[in-house]
């Protein structure tokens, strides 16, 4: 995992928009993203356990596995959205972008790689993209039945219980 504030270049947003300023472990947990680097599935089912994640699945992001809406796919997941239940991703291979949103509304960039796992909070700001090798395969744990419905960024979304209850 490398951790970074967006350039906001303009450009691919699968390019690395680097700022060259580092943003630490400590920060993202400020923010509530929580990070582990977990090497064995067996590990995160333990946390899994304590965290209550009752269930899993396994996406691939490729143009090989989703074809022709791949492109399409991808600029989906990179709007600015929120979800009401934690985000949580264990990497198992390929690599890709997380992008969070500071308390100064600025953007995060979260570099992850096989074997990271990321814990984003219901109610935070964020998006997601694959970088320019276009691929990546994650796990998705869920507390419950999978749900991950994607809020786009607005005026109604703004005032959502679930993102009130995280600025607090």
């Not at 690395?16 to 509530?32: C, F």
């Not at 600029?75 to 990497?91: A, T, V």
């Not at 960024?153 to 600025?167: I, Q």
Request: charged residues 35%; negative net charge.
């Amino acid at each position: 995992m490398k951790a970074y504030w967006f350039d906001n270049e303009e450009g691919d947003q699968r390019l690395p928009h680097d700022s060259g300023r580092e943003v630490s472990a400590d920060y993202l947990s400020q923010l509530g993203v929580l990070y582990y680097r977990i090497p064995t599935e067996a590990d995160v089912d333990k946390l899994a356990t304590e965290r209550n994640y009752k269930n899993r699945d396994t996406i691939t992001v490729s143009p090989e596995k989703m074809g022709a809406i791949y492109e399409e796919k991808v600029k989906s997941f990179f709007h600015e959205h929120l979800h009401e239940d934690e985000e949580i991703r264990y990497i198992r291979d390929g690599t890709g972008f997380f992008d969070v949103r500071s308390e100064g509304d600025e953007w995060v960039r979260i570099f992850l790689e096989k074997n990271d796992l990321i814990i984003l909070p219901a109610g935070i700001y964020h998006r997601f993209t694959t970088d320019d090798k276009n691929y990546i395969v994650a796990m998705r744990l869920f507390k419950e039945e999978p749900k991950w419905t994607p809020l786009n960024r607005g005026p109604e979304v703004d005032v959502n219980p679930f993102r009130k209850e995280y600025l607090q």
